[in-house]
Protein backbone atom coordinates (compact mmCIF):
# COMPACT_ATOMS: atom_id res chain seq x y z
CA UNK A 1 0.00 0.00 0.00
CA UNK A 2 2.78 2.31 0.78
CA UNK A 3 4.56 1.78 -2.36
CA UNK A 4 1.47 2.36 -4.50
CA UNK A 5 0.67 5.80 -2.72
CA UNK A 6 4.29 6.80 -3.15
CA UNK A 7 3.92 6.22 -6.61
CA UNK A 8 0.90 8.13 -6.99
CA UNK A 9 2.50 10.87 -5.14
CA UNK A 10 5.32 10.96 -7.39
CA UNK A 11 3.03 10.88 -10.54
CA UNK A 12 1.06 13.64 -9.36
CA UNK A 13 4.30 15.43 -8.52
CA UNK A 14 5.26 15.20 -12.43
CA UNK A 15 1.82 16.38 -13.13
CA UNK A 16 1.61 19.37 -11.13
CA UNK A 17 5.50 20.36 -12.41
CA UNK A 18 4.50 19.91 -16.25
CA UNK A 19 0.70 22.04 -15.26
CA UNK A 20 3.51 24.83 -14.00
CA UNK A 21 5.37 24.46 -16.89
CA UNK A 22 2.48 25.14 -19.17
CA UNK A 23 2.16 28.85 -18.37
CA UNK A 24 5.20 29.93 -18.04
CA UNK A 25 6.30 28.12 -21.47
CA UNK A 26 3.60 30.49 -23.23
CA UNK A 27 4.72 33.71 -21.11
CA UNK A 28 8.11 32.94 -21.54
CA UNK A 29 7.90 32.54 -25.40
CA UNK A 30 5.84 36.61 -25.13
CA UNK A 31 8.70 37.61 -23.41
CA UNK A 32 11.28 36.01 -26.19
CA UNK A 33 9.35 37.19 -28.69
CA UNK A 34 10.19 40.92 -27.51
CA UNK A 35 13.64 40.54 -27.07
CA UNK A 36 13.23 40.03 -23.14
CA UNK A 37 11.52 43.10 -22.90
CA UNK A 38 8.32 44.50 -22.09
CA UNK A 39 4.80 43.27 -23.70
CA UNK A 40 2.96 45.48 -25.04
CA UNK A 41 -0.37 45.91 -23.19
CA UNK A 42 -3.00 44.01 -26.09
CA UNK A 43 -0.74 41.58 -26.54
CA UNK A 44 -0.16 40.66 -23.03
CA UNK A 45 -3.88 40.76 -22.73
CA UNK A 46 -4.37 38.54 -25.41
CA UNK A 47 -1.97 36.27 -23.93
CA UNK A 48 -3.35 35.89 -20.41
CA UNK A 49 -6.86 35.79 -22.28
CA UNK A 50 -5.69 32.49 -24.40
CA UNK A 51 -3.82 31.22 -21.37
CA UNK A 52 -6.30 28.82 -20.16
CA UNK A 53 -7.13 26.85 -23.31
CA UNK A 54 -3.26 26.60 -23.75
CA UNK A 55 -3.16 24.87 -20.50
CA UNK A 56 -6.24 22.91 -21.47
CA UNK A 57 -5.66 21.56 -24.29
CA UNK A 58 -1.58 20.98 -23.47
CA UNK A 59 -2.30 19.14 -20.42
CA UNK A 60 -4.93 16.57 -22.39
CA UNK A 61 -2.05 16.06 -24.55
CA UNK A 62 0.26 15.42 -22.13
CA UNK A 63 -1.84 12.63 -20.62
CA UNK A 64 -3.21 11.37 -23.91
CA UNK A 65 0.52 10.80 -24.42
CA UNK A 66 1.49 9.08 -21.29
CA UNK A 67 3.67 11.41 -19.82
CA UNK A 68 2.98 10.36 -17.01
CA UNK A 69 3.25 6.11 -16.85
CA UNK A 70 7.37 6.84 -17.12
CA UNK A 71 9.28 7.15 -14.20
CA UNK A 72 11.64 10.35 -14.56
CA UNK A 73 14.49 8.27 -13.14
CA UNK A 74 14.06 6.16 -16.08
CA UNK A 75 13.67 8.68 -18.67
CA UNK A 76 15.28 7.92 -21.96
CA UNK A 77 14.94 8.68 -25.63
CA UNK A 78 10.75 7.08 -25.90
CA UNK A 79 10.19 9.45 -23.19
CA UNK A 80 11.24 12.46 -25.25
CA UNK A 81 9.80 11.58 -27.87
CA UNK A 82 6.45 11.13 -26.33
CA UNK A 83 7.31 14.67 -25.21
CA UNK A 84 7.52 16.04 -28.24
CA UNK A 85 4.51 14.57 -29.97
CA UNK A 86 2.82 15.70 -26.79
CA UNK A 87 3.95 19.17 -27.52
CA UNK A 88 3.08 19.35 -31.22
CA UNK A 89 -0.43 17.96 -30.77
CA UNK A 90 -0.99 20.48 -27.98
CA UNK A 91 0.11 23.59 -30.02
CA UNK A 92 -1.97 22.25 -32.69
CA UNK A 93 -4.55 22.56 -30.77
CA UNK A 94 -4.27 26.01 -29.32
CA UNK A 95 -3.79 27.31 -32.30
CA UNK A 96 -7.04 25.66 -34.03
CA UNK A 97 -8.87 27.49 -30.54
CA UNK A 98 -7.19 30.76 -30.89
CA UNK A 99 -8.19 31.00 -34.82
CA UNK A 100 -11.99 30.08 -33.70
CA UNK A 101 -11.87 32.69 -30.81
CA UNK A 102 -9.88 35.53 -31.86
CA UNK A 103 -8.73 35.25 -35.49
CA UNK A 104 -5.42 35.38 -34.40
CA UNK A 105 -5.78 39.10 -33.77
CA UNK A 106 -2.63 39.93 -31.06
CA UNK A 107 -0.70 36.65 -31.52
CA UNK A 108 2.59 37.41 -32.98
CA UNK A 109 3.55 34.19 -35.30
CA UNK A 110 6.83 33.34 -33.76
CA UNK A 111 4.75 33.03 -29.97
CA UNK A 112 4.21 29.28 -30.74
CA UNK A 113 7.03 27.88 -31.81
CA UNK A 114 8.76 29.45 -29.40
CA UNK A 115 6.01 28.37 -26.85
CA UNK A 116 7.09 24.61 -28.06
CA UNK A 117 10.65 24.95 -27.88
CA UNK A 118 11.01 26.67 -24.21
CA UNK A 119 7.96 23.87 -23.29
CA UNK A 120 10.10 20.88 -24.84
CA UNK A 121 13.45 22.48 -22.70
CA UNK A 122 11.33 22.95 -19.32
CA UNK A 123 9.49 19.26 -19.54
CA UNK A 124 12.54 16.98 -21.12
CA UNK A 125 15.32 19.21 -19.51
CA UNK A 126 14.10 18.19 -16.20
CA UNK A 127 13.65 14.90 -16.35
CA UNK A 128 16.72 14.36 -17.76
CA UNK A 129 18.50 16.59 -15.31
CA UNK A 130 16.79 14.43 -12.81
CA UNK A 131 18.20 11.43 -13.94
CA UNK A 132 21.59 12.56 -14.32
CA UNK A 133 21.27 13.40 -10.18
CA UNK A 134 19.90 10.48 -9.42
CA UNK A 135 22.37 8.45 -11.76
CA UNK A 136 25.27 10.73 -9.93
CA UNK A 137 24.31 9.33 -6.27
CA UNK A 138 24.20 5.89 -7.42
CA UNK A 139 27.67 6.13 -9.12
CA UNK A 140 29.05 7.95 -5.61
CA UNK A 141 27.33 4.71 -3.29
CA UNK A 142 28.37 1.84 -5.44
CA UNK A 143 31.52 -0.27 -4.61
CA UNK A 144 32.03 -2.27 -7.58
CA UNK A 145 33.43 -0.90 -10.38
CA UNK A 146 33.24 -2.97 -13.48
CA UNK A 147 34.67 -3.46 -16.61
CA UNK A 148 31.88 -4.94 -19.63
CA UNK A 149 33.18 -7.12 -21.94
CA UNK A 150 31.33 -6.82 -25.28
CA UNK A 151 29.51 -3.70 -26.59
CA UNK A 152 26.56 -5.30 -28.61
CA UNK A 153 23.17 -5.68 -27.47
CA UNK A 154 23.73 -8.03 -24.66
CA UNK A 155 26.33 -5.38 -23.44
CA UNK A 156 24.15 -2.56 -23.72
CA UNK A 157 20.98 -4.17 -22.23
CA UNK A 158 23.25 -5.34 -19.65
CA UNK A 159 24.50 -1.69 -18.59
CA UNK A 160 21.59 -0.30 -18.96
CA UNK A 161 19.90 -2.71 -16.31
CA UNK A 162 22.88 -1.89 -13.91
CA UNK A 163 22.40 1.72 -14.28
CA UNK A 164 18.59 1.42 -13.88
CA UNK A 165 18.59 -0.94 -10.67
CA UNK A 166 19.56 1.30 -7.58
CA UNK A 167 20.09 -1.49 -5.60
CA UNK A 168 22.92 -3.20 -6.85
CA UNK A 169 26.59 -2.57 -6.56
CA UNK A 170 27.96 -2.46 -9.43
CA UNK A 171 29.61 1.03 -11.20
CA UNK A 172 30.55 0.46 -15.05
CA UNK A 173 33.10 2.51 -15.98
CA UNK A 174 34.06 1.42 -19.39
CA UNK A 175 33.66 -1.49 -22.31
CA UNK A 176 35.72 -3.12 -24.49
CA UNK A 177 34.97 -4.99 -27.27
CA UNK A 178 37.15 -6.27 -30.72
CA UNK A 179 35.19 -5.07 -32.97
CA UNK A 180 37.15 -1.88 -34.76
CA UNK A 181 33.91 0.03 -35.61
CA UNK A 182 33.42 -0.13 -31.77
CA UNK A 183 36.29 1.68 -30.64
CA UNK A 184 35.49 5.24 -28.94
CA UNK A 185 31.72 4.84 -29.11
CA UNK A 186 29.62 5.38 -25.65
CA UNK A 187 26.61 3.45 -24.82
CA UNK A 188 24.63 5.16 -21.69
CA UNK A 189 27.30 7.58 -21.33
CA UNK A 190 30.21 4.45 -20.91
CA UNK A 191 32.99 4.66 -23.43
CA UNK A 192 34.73 1.37 -25.25
CA UNK A 193 38.16 1.85 -24.54
CA UNK A 194 40.07 -0.74 -26.32
CA UNK A 195 40.18 -4.42 -27.00
CA UNK A 196 40.07 -7.92 -25.06
CA UNK A 197 43.47 -7.94 -25.15
CA UNK A 198 43.95 -4.46 -23.68
CA UNK A 199 41.57 -5.75 -20.74
CA UNK A 200 44.77 -5.95 -17.67
CA UNK A 201 45.78 -2.52 -18.70
CA UNK A 202 42.01 -1.59 -18.54
CA UNK A 203 41.41 -2.39 -15.30
CA UNK A 204 44.56 -1.24 -13.79
CA UNK A 205 43.97 1.89 -15.23
CA UNK A 206 40.10 2.23 -13.79
CA UNK A 207 40.94 0.78 -10.91
CA UNK A 208 37.84 -2.33 -12.10
CA UNK A 209 36.71 -4.26 -9.33
CA UNK A 210 35.04 -6.87 -11.38
CA UNK A 211 35.00 -7.93 -14.99
CA UNK A 212 31.81 -8.62 -16.75
CA UNK A 213 31.50 -10.95 -19.75
CA UNK A 214 28.43 -9.55 -22.00
CA UNK A 215 29.01 -12.06 -24.95
CA UNK A 216 26.26 -14.38 -24.78
CA UNK A 217 26.70 -15.52 -28.78
CA UNK A 218 30.49 -16.26 -28.50
CA UNK A 219 32.42 -19.40 -29.47
CA UNK A 220 33.61 -21.64 -27.01
CA UNK A 221 37.27 -21.19 -28.49
CA UNK A 222 36.62 -17.11 -28.16
CA UNK A 223 34.92 -17.43 -24.59
CA UNK A 224 38.25 -19.54 -23.57
CA UNK A 225 40.54 -16.60 -24.69
CA UNK A 226 38.30 -13.82 -23.16
CA UNK A 227 38.54 -16.06 -20.19
CA UNK A 228 41.72 -16.54 -20.33
CA UNK A 229 42.98 -12.65 -20.45
CA UNK A 230 40.75 -11.58 -17.86
CA UNK A 231 42.04 -14.50 -15.64
CA UNK A 232 45.29 -12.56 -15.47
CA UNK A 233 44.25 -9.85 -13.93
CA UNK A 234 43.02 -11.86 -10.80
CA UNK A 235 40.03 -10.10 -10.66
CA UNK A 236 36.51 -12.35 -10.20
CA UNK A 237 34.30 -12.44 -13.17
CA UNK A 238 30.89 -13.16 -14.26
CA UNK A 239 29.59 -13.44 -17.40
CA UNK A 240 25.94 -13.99 -18.94
CA UNK A 241 24.80 -17.71 -19.82
CA UNK A 242 24.58 -18.08 -23.64
CA UNK A 243 22.29 -17.32 -26.32
CA UNK A 244 20.12 -20.46 -25.94
CA UNK A 245 20.11 -20.38 -22.21
CA UNK A 246 18.84 -16.90 -21.62
CA UNK A 247 14.84 -16.79 -21.55
CA UNK A 248 13.55 -14.92 -24.09
CA UNK A 249 16.89 -13.47 -24.88
CA UNK A 250 16.20 -10.77 -22.44
CA UNK A 251 19.34 -9.68 -20.51
CA UNK A 252 19.67 -9.16 -16.71
CA UNK A 253 22.02 -8.04 -14.28
CA UNK A 254 20.19 -11.27 -12.76
CA UNK A 255 21.37 -13.25 -15.62
CA UNK A 256 25.08 -12.98 -13.96
CA UNK A 257 26.58 -15.69 -12.85
CA UNK A 258 30.43 -17.54 -12.78
CA UNK A 259 32.17 -19.28 -15.39
CA UNK A 260 30.81 -22.90 -15.81
CA UNK A 261 32.46 -25.51 -17.69
CA UNK A 262 30.21 -25.51 -20.57
CA UNK A 263 30.79 -22.07 -21.13
CA UNK A 264 35.05 -22.94 -21.94
CA UNK A 265 33.93 -26.42 -23.89
CA UNK A 266 30.75 -25.65 -24.82
CA UNK A 267 30.26 -25.32 -28.64
CA UNK A 268 28.52 -22.46 -31.04
CA UNK A 269 24.95 -21.99 -30.19
CA UNK A 270 23.17 -24.32 -32.34
CA UNK A 271 19.88 -23.45 -34.20
CA UNK A 272 16.88 -26.11 -35.14
CA UNK A 273 14.41 -26.45 -37.00
CA UNK A 274 11.85 -27.04 -34.05
CA UNK A 275 8.44 -26.84 -36.43
CA UNK A 276 10.06 -29.95 -38.30
CA UNK A 277 10.95 -31.71 -35.45
CA UNK A 278 7.54 -30.86 -33.41
CA UNK A 279 6.08 -32.19 -36.59
CA UNK A 280 7.92 -35.45 -36.58
CA UNK A 281 6.14 -35.87 -32.41
CA UNK A 282 3.32 -34.22 -32.02
CA UNK A 283 0.85 -36.99 -31.36
CA UNK A 284 3.29 -39.90 -32.43
CA UNK A 285 3.92 -42.55 -29.66
CA UNK A 286 7.63 -42.56 -28.77
CA UNK A 287 8.96 -45.15 -26.41
CA UNK A 288 13.07 -44.16 -25.16
CA UNK A 289 15.19 -47.26 -24.31
CA UNK A 290 17.85 -46.63 -21.23
CA UNK A 291 15.20 -43.49 -20.52
CA UNK A 292 16.93 -43.28 -17.02
CA UNK A 293 20.27 -42.32 -17.85
CA UNK A 294 21.85 -38.95 -18.81
CA UNK A 295 21.12 -39.06 -22.42
CA UNK A 296 17.94 -40.65 -22.38
CA UNK A 297 16.29 -38.92 -19.97
CA UNK A 298 17.77 -35.57 -21.58
CA UNK A 299 15.30 -36.85 -24.25
CA UNK A 300 12.87 -37.56 -22.55
CA UNK A 301 12.79 -33.91 -21.42
CA UNK A 302 12.71 -32.69 -24.65
CA UNK A 303 10.01 -34.71 -26.25
CA UNK A 304 7.76 -33.91 -23.41
CA UNK A 305 7.66 -30.43 -24.69
CA UNK A 306 7.46 -31.65 -28.37
CA UNK A 307 3.49 -32.78 -27.63
CA UNK A 308 3.44 -36.54 -28.23
CA UNK A 309 0.40 -38.38 -27.59
CA UNK A 310 2.36 -40.28 -25.63
CA UNK A 311 5.89 -41.27 -23.73
CA UNK A 312 7.26 -44.28 -22.55
CA UNK A 313 9.93 -44.69 -20.51
CA UNK A 314 12.07 -48.20 -19.79
CA UNK A 315 15.71 -48.88 -18.17
CA UNK A 316 16.80 -51.77 -16.16
CA UNK A 317 17.88 -49.72 -13.34
CA UNK A 318 15.65 -48.91 -10.95
CA UNK A 319 16.67 -46.55 -9.03
CA UNK A 320 17.21 -44.60 -12.56
CA UNK A 321 13.86 -44.70 -13.41
CA UNK A 322 12.66 -43.54 -9.82
CA UNK A 323 14.78 -40.57 -10.65
CA UNK A 324 13.21 -39.79 -14.05
CA UNK A 325 9.63 -40.27 -12.85
CA UNK A 326 9.77 -37.96 -9.96
CA UNK A 327 11.49 -35.11 -12.15
CA UNK A 328 8.97 -35.39 -14.71
CA UNK A 329 6.02 -36.51 -12.90
CA UNK A 330 5.91 -32.64 -11.41
CA UNK A 331 6.21 -31.32 -15.38
CA UNK A 332 3.36 -34.09 -16.70
CA UNK A 333 0.68 -32.50 -14.96
CA UNK A 334 0.63 -29.62 -17.09
CA UNK A 335 1.30 -31.66 -20.35
CA UNK A 336 -1.27 -33.33 -22.81
CA UNK A 337 1.43 -35.84 -22.88
CA UNK A 338 0.54 -39.67 -21.27
CA UNK A 339 3.74 -41.05 -19.76
CA UNK A 340 4.52 -44.75 -18.62
CA UNK A 341 7.50 -45.55 -16.89
CA UNK A 342 8.63 -49.36 -17.37
CA UNK A 343 11.11 -51.36 -15.33
CA UNK A 344 12.54 -53.49 -18.32
CA UNK A 345 15.85 -55.20 -18.94
CA UNK A 346 16.75 -54.90 -22.92
CA UNK A 347 17.18 -58.14 -23.12
CA UNK A 348 13.46 -59.55 -22.34
CA UNK A 349 12.39 -59.52 -25.80
CA UNK A 350 9.07 -60.70 -24.60
CA UNK A 351 8.54 -58.01 -22.22
CA UNK A 352 9.70 -55.90 -24.62
CA UNK A 353 7.14 -56.68 -27.80
CA UNK A 354 4.18 -56.47 -25.56
CA UNK A 355 5.33 -53.23 -24.00
CA UNK A 356 5.59 -51.90 -27.89
CA UNK A 357 2.66 -53.61 -28.60
CA UNK A 358 0.50 -52.83 -26.02
CA UNK A 359 1.40 -48.95 -26.36
CA UNK A 360 1.48 -49.02 -30.22
CA UNK A 361 4.49 -47.44 -30.36
CA UNK A 362 5.60 -45.51 -33.15
CA UNK A 363 8.95 -44.04 -32.48
CA UNK A 364 11.70 -45.73 -30.38
CA UNK A 365 15.15 -43.66 -29.38
CA UNK A 366 17.24 -46.70 -28.43
CA UNK A 367 19.54 -45.01 -25.92
CA UNK A 368 20.58 -48.18 -23.46
CA UNK A 369 23.69 -49.24 -24.10
CA UNK A 370 26.78 -50.03 -21.35
CA UNK A 371 29.36 -47.30 -22.18
CA UNK A 372 32.04 -47.49 -19.70
CA UNK A 373 35.10 -48.36 -21.42
CA UNK A 374 37.83 -49.45 -18.55
CA UNK A 375 35.44 -51.65 -17.13
CA UNK A 376 33.45 -53.55 -20.30
CA UNK A 377 37.53 -54.38 -21.33
CA UNK A 378 37.35 -57.90 -19.45
CA UNK A 379 33.58 -58.41 -19.85
CA UNK A 380 33.63 -58.85 -23.53
CA UNK A 381 30.34 -61.10 -23.04
CA UNK A 382 28.30 -58.77 -21.24
CA UNK A 383 29.51 -55.82 -23.50
CA UNK A 384 28.40 -58.23 -26.77
CA UNK A 385 24.68 -59.21 -24.99
CA UNK A 386 23.86 -55.93 -24.36
CA UNK A 387 24.98 -53.20 -26.71
CA UNK A 388 25.09 -55.85 -29.57
CA UNK A 389 22.38 -58.45 -28.85
CA UNK A 390 19.71 -56.31 -27.29
CA UNK A 391 19.67 -53.53 -30.05
CA UNK A 392 19.41 -56.68 -32.21
CA UNK A 393 16.20 -57.79 -30.27
CA UNK A 394 15.06 -54.44 -30.03
CA UNK A 395 15.14 -54.08 -33.31
CA UNK A 396 13.13 -57.23 -34.45
CA UNK A 397 10.58 -55.80 -31.83
CA UNK A 398 10.35 -52.47 -33.79
CA UNK A 399 9.85 -54.49 -37.13
CA UNK A 400 7.27 -56.98 -35.97
CA UNK A 401 5.12 -53.87 -34.49
CA UNK A 402 5.42 -51.66 -37.66
CA UNK A 403 7.74 -48.92 -35.90
CA UNK A 404 7.77 -46.21 -38.31
CA UNK A 405 11.15 -45.09 -36.85
CA UNK A 406 14.40 -46.21 -34.79
CA UNK A 407 16.91 -43.88 -34.03
CA UNK A 408 20.06 -45.07 -32.35
CA UNK A 409 22.57 -43.40 -30.21
CA UNK A 410 26.01 -44.22 -30.93
CA UNK A 411 28.91 -42.84 -29.98
CA UNK A 412 32.64 -42.20 -32.01
CA UNK A 413 34.22 -44.99 -30.00
CA UNK A 414 32.85 -47.07 -32.53
CA UNK A 415 35.32 -45.38 -35.05
CA UNK A 416 38.19 -47.60 -35.54
CA UNK A 417 37.65 -48.79 -31.90
CA UNK A 418 40.64 -49.71 -29.89
CA UNK A 419 38.42 -51.16 -27.03
CA UNK A 420 35.03 -53.76 -26.48
CA UNK A 421 32.88 -51.08 -25.98
CA UNK A 422 33.84 -48.95 -29.05
CA UNK A 423 33.50 -52.36 -30.90
CA UNK A 424 29.90 -53.67 -29.49
CA UNK A 425 28.49 -49.76 -30.53
CA UNK A 426 30.00 -50.53 -34.40
CA UNK A 427 27.84 -53.43 -34.64
CA UNK A 428 25.22 -52.18 -33.46
CA UNK A 429 25.44 -49.62 -36.29
CA UNK A 430 25.53 -52.82 -38.28
CA UNK A 431 22.55 -53.95 -36.68
CA UNK A 432 20.53 -51.14 -37.56
CA UNK A 433 22.28 -50.73 -41.34
CA UNK A 434 21.08 -54.42 -41.50
CA UNK A 435 17.49 -54.23 -40.62
CA UNK A 436 16.77 -51.34 -42.99
CA UNK A 437 17.91 -52.53 -45.72
CA UNK A 438 15.05 -55.47 -45.61
CA UNK A 439 12.10 -53.57 -43.98
CA UNK A 440 9.48 -50.47 -43.69
CA UNK A 441 10.78 -49.13 -40.23
CA UNK A 442 13.36 -46.54 -41.33
CA UNK A 443 16.25 -47.16 -38.83
CA UNK A 444 18.71 -44.16 -38.24
CA UNK A 445 21.72 -44.09 -36.46
CA UNK A 446 23.33 -40.50 -34.82
CA UNK A 447 27.13 -40.66 -33.53
CA UNK A 448 28.80 -38.36 -31.62
CA UNK A 449 31.58 -37.66 -28.74
CA UNK A 450 31.38 -37.41 -24.98
CA UNK A 451 28.74 -35.65 -23.43
CA UNK A 452 29.41 -32.95 -20.51
CA UNK A 453 28.23 -34.02 -17.04
CA UNK A 454 26.56 -37.31 -18.00
CA UNK A 455 26.81 -40.03 -15.12
CA UNK A 456 30.52 -41.97 -14.73
CA UNK A 457 31.93 -39.06 -17.33
CA UNK A 458 35.28 -37.60 -16.96
CA UNK A 459 33.55 -34.46 -15.36
CA UNK A 460 31.60 -36.53 -12.98
CA UNK A 461 34.85 -38.49 -11.88
CA UNK A 462 36.96 -34.66 -11.63
CA UNK A 463 34.23 -33.50 -9.48
CA UNK A 464 34.34 -36.07 -6.85
CA UNK A 465 38.20 -35.95 -6.85
CA UNK A 466 38.14 -32.53 -6.16
CA UNK A 467 35.83 -32.61 -3.35
CA UNK A 468 38.35 -35.17 -1.68
CA UNK A 469 40.75 -32.57 -2.34
CA UNK A 470 42.75 -34.58 -5.16
CA UNK A 471 44.94 -35.58 -6.90
CA UNK A 472 42.95 -34.95 -10.47
CA UNK A 473 44.17 -38.12 -12.42
CA UNK A 474 44.48 -37.92 -16.34
CA UNK A 475 45.36 -40.87 -18.36
CA UNK A 476 47.89 -38.60 -20.84
CA UNK A 477 49.00 -35.11 -21.38
CA UNK A 478 47.87 -34.91 -25.02
CA UNK A 479 44.71 -36.88 -24.89
CA UNK A 480 41.97 -35.16 -25.99
CA UNK A 481 38.03 -35.64 -26.84
CA UNK A 482 34.94 -34.01 -28.47
CA UNK A 483 32.84 -32.47 -26.16
CA UNK A 484 28.86 -31.27 -26.38
CA UNK A 485 25.98 -30.33 -23.49
CA UNK A 486 23.69 -32.98 -23.10
CA UNK A 487 21.04 -30.44 -23.65
CA UNK A 488 22.75 -30.26 -27.28
CA UNK A 489 23.45 -33.94 -28.10
CA UNK A 490 19.99 -34.43 -27.36
CA UNK A 491 18.29 -31.43 -29.16
CA UNK A 492 20.37 -32.46 -32.39
CA UNK A 493 19.49 -36.55 -31.82
CA UNK A 494 15.91 -35.04 -32.05
CA UNK A 495 16.53 -32.65 -34.99
CA UNK A 496 18.55 -36.18 -36.86
CA UNK A 497 14.65 -38.00 -36.37
CA UNK A 498 13.36 -34.97 -38.47
CA UNK A 499 15.69 -35.06 -41.49
CA UNK A 500 15.95 -38.74 -41.64
CA UNK A 501 14.67 -40.80 -43.98
CA UNK A 502 15.83 -43.80 -42.73
CA UNK A 503 19.48 -46.15 -43.37
CA UNK A 504 21.06 -42.45 -42.43
CA UNK A 505 24.25 -42.97 -40.08
CA UNK A 506 24.20 -38.88 -39.09
CA UNK A 507 27.61 -37.56 -37.64
CA UNK A 508 27.33 -34.56 -35.75
CA UNK A 509 29.87 -31.93 -36.08
CA UNK A 510 31.53 -31.79 -32.63
CA UNK A 511 33.43 -28.76 -33.06
CA UNK A 512 37.30 -28.58 -32.17
CA UNK A 513 38.63 -31.93 -29.62
CA UNK A 514 39.77 -30.38 -26.14
CA UNK A 515 42.73 -31.59 -24.23
CA UNK A 516 41.29 -33.59 -20.93
CA UNK A 517 44.65 -32.04 -19.61
CA UNK A 518 42.89 -28.34 -19.72
CA UNK A 519 39.48 -29.24 -18.62
CA UNK A 520 41.50 -30.37 -15.50
CA UNK A 521 42.97 -27.44 -15.10
CA UNK A 522 39.58 -25.57 -15.89
CA UNK A 523 37.78 -27.05 -13.08
CA UNK A 524 40.81 -27.02 -10.56
CA UNK A 525 39.99 -22.78 -11.40
CA UNK A 526 36.71 -22.62 -11.47
CA UNK A 527 36.35 -24.50 -8.18
CA UNK A 528 38.03 -22.09 -6.24
CA UNK A 529 41.26 -23.78 -5.99
CA UNK A 530 44.84 -23.18 -7.21
CA UNK A 531 47.24 -25.29 -8.88
CA UNK A 532 49.59 -25.74 -6.11
CA UNK A 533 46.17 -26.90 -4.01
CA UNK A 534 45.52 -29.60 -5.85
CA UNK A 535 47.81 -31.23 -8.39
CA UNK A 536 47.22 -32.63 -12.08
CA UNK A 537 48.13 -36.66 -12.10
CA UNK A 538 49.04 -38.35 -15.06
CA UNK A 539 48.20 -42.23 -14.75
CA UNK A 540 48.91 -43.69 -18.48
CA UNK A 541 46.44 -44.21 -20.69
CA UNK A 542 43.60 -47.17 -19.30
CA UNK A 543 43.22 -50.11 -21.46
CA UNK A 544 41.11 -50.01 -24.61
CA UNK A 545 41.62 -45.97 -24.44
CA UNK A 546 43.04 -44.03 -27.36
CA UNK A 547 45.31 -40.57 -27.17
CA UNK A 548 42.79 -38.93 -30.08
CA UNK A 549 38.83 -40.04 -31.04
CA UNK A 550 37.29 -39.78 -34.38
CA UNK A 551 34.05 -38.94 -35.49
CA UNK A 552 33.98 -41.28 -38.87
CA UNK A 553 35.88 -44.06 -40.41
CA UNK A 554 38.11 -43.14 -43.39
CA UNK A 555 35.93 -44.75 -46.12
CA UNK A 556 32.55 -42.84 -44.64
CA UNK A 557 32.66 -39.97 -46.39
CA UNK A 558 30.42 -37.20 -44.99
CA UNK A 559 28.55 -35.04 -47.12
CA UNK A 560 26.71 -32.37 -45.86
CA UNK A 561 23.12 -32.27 -44.49
CA UNK A 562 19.79 -29.57 -44.76
CA UNK A 563 21.08 -29.03 -40.69
CA UNK A 564 24.65 -27.56 -40.89
CA UNK A 565 25.45 -29.09 -37.63
CA UNK A 566 24.65 -32.46 -38.84
CA UNK A 567 26.86 -34.63 -41.41
CA UNK A 568 25.45 -37.39 -43.21
CA UNK A 569 28.46 -40.22 -43.46
CA UNK A 570 27.50 -43.44 -46.38
CA UNK A 571 27.86 -46.63 -44.86
CA UNK A 572 29.95 -49.56 -45.74
CA UNK A 573 28.32 -52.42 -47.14
CA UNK A 574 27.63 -55.17 -45.52
CA UNK A 575 26.69 -58.62 -46.67
CA UNK A 576 23.27 -59.18 -44.78
CA UNK A 577 23.46 -63.22 -44.90
CA UNK A 578 26.54 -63.39 -43.21
CA UNK A 579 26.01 -60.64 -41.03
CA UNK A 580 22.88 -62.91 -39.95
CA UNK A 581 24.86 -65.80 -39.50
CA UNK A 582 27.41 -63.81 -37.21
CA UNK A 583 24.88 -62.36 -35.20
CA UNK A 584 23.56 -66.52 -34.94
CA UNK A 585 26.56 -67.22 -33.69
CA UNK A 586 27.28 -64.38 -31.28
CA UNK A 587 23.85 -65.48 -29.17
CA UNK A 588 25.53 -68.74 -28.93
CA UNK A 589 28.34 -67.76 -27.65
CA UNK A 590 26.95 -65.53 -24.93
CA UNK A 591 24.68 -68.30 -23.84
CA UNK A 592 27.21 -70.47 -23.96
CA UNK A 593 29.29 -67.37 -21.40
CA UNK A 594 32.44 -67.66 -24.01
CA UNK A 595 34.20 -64.36 -23.95
CA UNK A 596 37.33 -65.70 -26.39
CA UNK A 597 34.56 -66.83 -29.25
CA UNK A 598 32.42 -63.81 -28.27
CA UNK A 599 35.65 -61.09 -29.07
CA UNK A 600 36.54 -63.31 -32.55
CA UNK A 601 32.93 -63.10 -33.21
CA UNK A 602 33.33 -59.29 -32.59
CA UNK A 603 36.39 -59.07 -34.60
CA UNK A 604 35.20 -60.65 -37.67
CA UNK A 605 32.20 -57.89 -37.74
CA UNK A 606 34.31 -55.09 -36.86
CA UNK A 607 38.09 -55.69 -39.10
CA UNK A 608 39.48 -52.47 -38.28
CA UNK A 609 39.28 -53.48 -34.10
CA UNK A 610 42.84 -53.13 -32.60
CA UNK A 611 42.43 -54.57 -29.47
CA UNK A 612 45.93 -52.73 -27.83
CA UNK A 613 47.19 -49.67 -26.64
CA UNK A 614 48.47 -48.70 -29.55
CA UNK A 615 48.66 -45.04 -29.92
CA UNK A 616 46.92 -42.76 -32.43
CA UNK A 617 47.76 -40.52 -34.87
CA UNK A 618 45.43 -37.45 -35.02
CA UNK A 619 42.82 -38.06 -37.41
CA UNK A 620 42.18 -34.98 -40.00
CA UNK A 621 38.34 -35.21 -38.96
CA UNK A 622 38.35 -31.06 -38.19
CA UNK A 623 40.03 -30.19 -41.23
CA UNK A 624 37.78 -32.37 -43.41
CA UNK A 625 34.39 -31.14 -41.61
CA UNK A 626 35.58 -27.67 -42.55
CA UNK A 627 36.29 -28.46 -46.10
CA UNK A 628 32.22 -29.74 -45.98
CA UNK A 629 31.03 -26.77 -44.54
CA UNK A 630 32.38 -24.67 -46.48
Not at 286 to 293: D, E, H, Q
Not at 327 to 341: D, G, H, P, R, V
Not at 484 to 498: G, K, N, P, V
Request: contains cysteine; neutral net charge.
Amino acid sequence: MKAVLSQWRSRWAAFAHDFLSIPAAWLGAYWLRFNLGEIPEEILAQALFTLPWVILFQTIALWVFGLYRGVWRFASLPDLIRIVKAIVMGSLMTLLAVFLITRMQNLPRSVVPLYSILLLFILGGSRFVYRWYKDKRYFASGDQRVLIVGAGLAGESLVRDLLRDIKNSYIPVAFVDDREQKRGRELHGIRVVGTCDDIPAIAHRYNVDMILIAVPSAKASAMRRIVAICESTKLPVRTLPGTNDLVSGLVSVKNLREISLEDLLGRDPVTLNWHAIQESLRDKVVLVSGGGGSIGSELCRQIMKLEPSKLIIFDNSEYNLFCVEQELSEKANQSKTQIFYHLVDLNDNPALSRLVHHHQVQIIFHAAAYKHVPLLEPQIRAAAKNNILGTFGIAQVAIDNNVEKFVLVSSDKAVNPTNVMGATKRVAELVCQYFNSQEKTRFITVRFGNVLGSRGSVVETFQKQLENGGPITVTHPDVTRYFMTIQEASQLILQALAIGEGGELFVLDMGEPIKISYMAEQMIRLAGNKDKDIRIEYIGLRPGEKLFEELFHKNEHLAPTSHTKILKAHSRIIENHKFEQSIFELSNAVNDCSEEESFRIIKELVPELTHSRQIHTMPEFSKKREEILV
